[in-house]
């Protein structure tokens, strides 16, 4: 008897059933068998079924007389089939990754669990992009007693993610029904309703393959008969629920139905004509009404909208509302403020409140301004179009200016009032290059700009002009320019294949010890770098201002990563890892920089490096971090080397020393004089007004948080701990949040937190944000040591501070010990604190001041001036 049968459906998919076959057979569970369960396939699939079997006995191969019609009754073959003792489900066109069977086995084993459900992703064949299906469902590893304890999992109605134990499907009955589709949605919710234990998985065991021609049932969102199936089984789960005596269940299974089934087809409504829009709320329309009002109440706002247009079979509005679900989500074309809310549309209805996502209130910059295409033609190389532009939220001021931005392209626009309301614009532009076009209003008062896209008819036909389509790009279409991609390919390629060749890291890195070599370095060229060319800011900044001050004879160039700004207009910059760049570091007589130039490159002969090294803080660094406190000679050789490159060290303090030097093997020269990037905190000298330049509404506090990343989550915005969403319904109408994640983190507050939350990645001085708050909040970054400087309260939201310590990064100092702040592990306790800053201050005052005399004992303002000349002028 083999451990595991898992069924593979099929129908006429012979081309892919073999894959489908072989991740089975590859599982890393060996003691299993394959059953493939066919219905009726009238291609090639018997035969491709045969030459399975001749290559593995472990495959057998079941077919059905007719076919079906659906996944039921090959389903219910499988299970009659099935010699294991456990079940589970494939359908043909996917694949199991590799241990998916023995890590499902080895849970239901070990829970004695009905079955155990996991993680299923989409895999999208046209670009190989990965995406989980709801993540939050399997973010921990659980055993679940009853459905009731979550029954967010009704959302999890899939029969291929989970594996049975076999004899208590057969003692329950537990069948597909073979009438209808979307069969398993109402197995699943009689799985559910009997079962009594069931276990969850984090980890993926199902790979959903979503291929750009693939015809699948569920994909099938067009046919309006898939929409009476999709009902029909909404319907019978309900009345399963009922039977079982489960009735408090059926709101849930109904919230399921809502967010998903539901939005399956309204996020591509917009694409659709008018009378399939109505014929498809008159099919849904009916089991709507059947929902209570208090299930549509807890709907997200949008979502609830269109339930609400669908009830009052609305069919033009819900098209218009529908665009706002997915891609651009698009502003209304009118709201109504009434009371302190915001509703949807002309009228002020409850099931039309959006006030949740808080679109009135948002900055100038990122308020929503709706335009729509209304007609598009094109003559020669240039495009027309007239534009209908609704400001339903009436942010526009007086006075303002227009323009249309098509990449590098900016075409000042007249919009005209129209009788209707809103705006109407005729502009004319010649596309270029790709680009998604937007309308930009600037208010002539402050500079501030405010940009969307253009919305399109998805059934718009294109525009070609010579080398590029102007077209509609996605469901909730807007209009983007796309260069043809036959144009100068040959080209290209020759290009790409001269880049392949000879734009190589490796071909640069033997070039540079090349011009070592042969070039005589030049005294007075000085090559700054800061963040890694992220940025013109930090010590590096400040010690080149202090060179312009003093007016000396240094040729300063700036290296700047792709894509970066925010440099002075009179700064000589070059990119970054370029070709120039690496003449630069070979030619250049000075290195200045805060985290350490390209590792691999050797400091060429006579050059001076000055290392200004980025912060000071309780983090362990260097060979204590985690990646090189592991024994592996190869990573650690390569960062010795790169330190002993270094010729003078900025250290801000006698503590930064004492850990710093040891833990990297450094024993050169060393600065004892401050920090250059402090000077301005000491002097309190902002180069900016942050509280015009991101708009901070008058009378609000300033909160900077300023969290550091995690080593096993960078990019993934996990460093985001404290909840956002009830600092915001707590204390916007006292605070402004100024979220300042680490470089390396990737992190955009989501639309309805921005009337709260100011995104400040982007601003370009971190030191004018420190003196613009009035307090912060932050974790183990390495600010905190910088903002005692200002005085001002700190606050620490340390969750995870054992993992942090123990597992994850490490630490030299007990923080809860030392921190001139409140710890804080809940968003409760830090809204508490908030509230009372004075009494949290006066608490800490005399731990406060021994932090300072830790870390900031020899700022004096005085850093950039005292290093400048020794370094500079003494080196003269």
């Known amino acids: 008897m083999p451990d595991c049968t898992v069924v593979v459906i099929t129908y006429n998919d012979a081309a892919r059933l073999p894959r489908a076959v072989r991740s089975v057979l590859r599982q890393s569970l060996r003691d299993i068998e394959v059953v493939i369960s066919d219905d009726a396939s009238t291609d090639e699939t018997p035969q491709v079924a045969a030459r399975l079997m001749w290559s593995d006995p472990r495959v057998r191969y079941l077919r059905r007389r007719s076919n079906s019609g659906g996944c039921g009754a090959p389903r219910n073959d499988g299970i009659d089939a099935a010699t294991a003792p456990y079940l589970m489900f494939l359908d043909s066109d996917d694949e199991l990754p590799r241990h998916a069977c023995k890590s499902l086995l080895t849970e239901i084993e070990r829970t004695g669990a009905d079955f155990v459900s996991g993680q299923i992703t989409r895999v999208f064949e046209s670009n190989g992009r990965l995406n989980p299906y709801y993540p939050s469902l399997f973010a921990r590893r659980r055993v679940v007693e009853d459905i009731r304890e979550d029954p967010d999992l009704f959302l999890d109605s899939f029969s291929t993610n989970k594996l049975y134990d076999v004899r208590r499907l057969r003692e329950r009955a537990l069948r597909f029904p073979e009438d209808i589709h979307y069969e398993d949605h109402v197995f699943a919710t009689e799985l559910y309703a009997l079962s009594r234990r069931f276990a969850v998985v984090p980890w993926v065991v199902y790979l959903w393959h979503r291929a750009p021609t693939n015809e699948s049932?569920?994909?099938?969102?067009?046919?309006?008969?898939?929409?009476?199936?999709?009902?029909?089984?909404?319907r019978r789960s309900d009345d399963i629920l009922r039977a079982y005596g489960a009735e408090d269940l059926v709101p849930h299974r109904q919230r399921r139905f809502l967010r998903q089934d539901l939005r399956v087809y309204l996020n591509p409504l917009p694409a659709r004509d008018l009378v399939w829009v109505k014929e498809f709320i008159s099919v849904v329309r009916p089991y709507l009404a059947e929902i209570p009002a208090e299930v549509l109440a807890g709907m997200e706002p949008l979502d609830r909208v269109c339930c609400r247009l669908i009830l009052d079979d609305r069919a033009e509005d819900l098209l218009v509302a529908a665009a706002s679900l997915t891609g651009q989500k698009a502003a209304p074309r009118a709201a109504v403020q009434l009371g302190g809310r915001t509703y949807w549309g002309t009228s002020a209805s409850p099931d039309m409140d959006i006030t949740k996502l808080r679109l009135a209130e948002l900055p100038y910059?990122?308020?929503?301004?709706?335009?729509?295409?209304?007609?598009?033609?094109?003559?020669?190389?240039?495009?027309?179009?007239?534009?209908?532009?609704?400001?339903?939220?009436?942010?526009?001021?007086?006075?303002?200016?227009?323009?249309?931005?098509?990449?590098?392209?900016?075409?000042?626009?007249?919009?005209?009032?129209?009788?209707?309301?809103?705006?109407?614009?005729?502009?004319?532009?010649?596309?270029?290059?790709?680009c998604d076009p937007h309308i930009g209003f600037t208010r002539t008062s402050d500079g501030h700009t405010t940009t969307d896209r253009l919305l399109l008819d998805p059934r718009t036909e294109p525009i070609e002009l010579p080398g590029r389509t102007v077209r509609a790009e996605g469901c909730a279409a807007y209009l983007c320019v796309r260069p043809d991609p036959g144009v100068r390919s040959a080209a290209r390629r020759a290009k790409r294949e001269l880049m392949r060749r000879f734009n190589t890291p490796r071909t640069k890195l033997r070039a540079y010890k090349v011009l070592i070599r042969v070039l005589p370095r030049r005294r007075n060229l000085a090559l700054f770098e800061s963040d890694i060319g992220k940025g013109y800011s930090g010590s590096p900044r400040a010690i080149y201002e202090e060179l312009r001050r003093r007016a000396l004879p240094i040729e300063a160039v700036w290296s700047v990563a792709r894509g970066r700004r925010n440099f002075p207009s009179d700064v000589r910059l070059v990119r970054r890892g370029s070709w120039r760049y690496i003449w630069t570091m070979a030619r250049a007589g000075i290195w200045v920089d805060s985290h350490g130039f390209p590792l691999d490159y050797p400091k060429p002969p006579g050059t001076r490096y000055l290392q200004t090294w980025h912060g000071q803080g309780i983090k362990s660094i260097g060979f204590d971090a985690p990646d090189l406190r592991g024994d592996f000679d190869g990573p650690r050789a390569r960062w010795r080397a790169a330190v002993a490159r270094w010729d003078a060290l900025v250290s801000p303090s006698a503590e930064f020393s004492r850990v710093f030097l040891p833990s990297n093997g450094y024993t050169g020269k060393v600065y004892r004089c401050g920090t250059p990037r402090c000077d301005a905190l000491v002097r309190a000298e902002a180069s900016g007004d942050v509280v015009s330049l991101l708009e901070i509404p008058p009378g609000r506090k300033i909160l900077l948080y300023a969290p550091t990343y995690r080593d096993r989550g960078k990019g993934s915005g996990q460093s985001v701990r404290v909840n956002l969403e009830l600092m915001a319904e707590e204390l916007a109408g006292d605070w402004v949040v100024l979220l300042r994640t680490h470089p390396v983190e990737r992190y955009s507050p989501p639309e309805h937190l921005r009337h709260f939350v100011r995104a400040a990645c982007s601003y370009p001085d971190v030191n004018d944000l420190m003196l613009a708050s009035d307090a912060l909040l932050t974790d183990y970054s390495s600010v905190m040591c910088d903002y005692a400087l200002t005085g001002k309260p700190m606050l620490f939201f340390i969750d995870d501070w054992d993992d942090y310590r123990l597992t994850e990064r490490g630490v030299y100092h007990d923080l809860p010990a030392i921190a001139p702040g409140p710890c804080l592990t809940t968003t409760e306790d830090l809204v508490c604190a908030l509230r009372d800053l004075d009494a949290v201050g006066e608490f800490f005052a005399e731990r406060y001041a021994a932090f300072r005399d830790l870390w900031c004992a020899d700022e004096r303002g005085d850093a950039s001036a005292r290093i400048v000349a020794d370094f500079f002028e003494g080196a003269r």
Not at 217 to 234: C, E, F, K, M, P
């Open 365 to 434: 910059t990122a308020s929503r301004l709706r335009h729509e295409v209304s007609a598009l033609s094109s003559g020669g190389r240039r495009v027309r179009m007239t534009v209908r532009t609704y400001d339903p939220f009436g942010v526009l001021p007086p006075d303002w200016t227009a323009f249309l931005q098509a990449g590098a392209e900016r075409v000042p626009i007249e919009p005209k009032p129209s009788e209707e309301g809103g705006y109407v614009s005729e502009v004319v532009f010649t596309p270029t290059g790709r």
């Open 217 to 234: 049932i569920s994909l099938s969102v067009g046919d309006l008969d898939n929409v009476r199936q999709r009902v029909i089984a909404a």
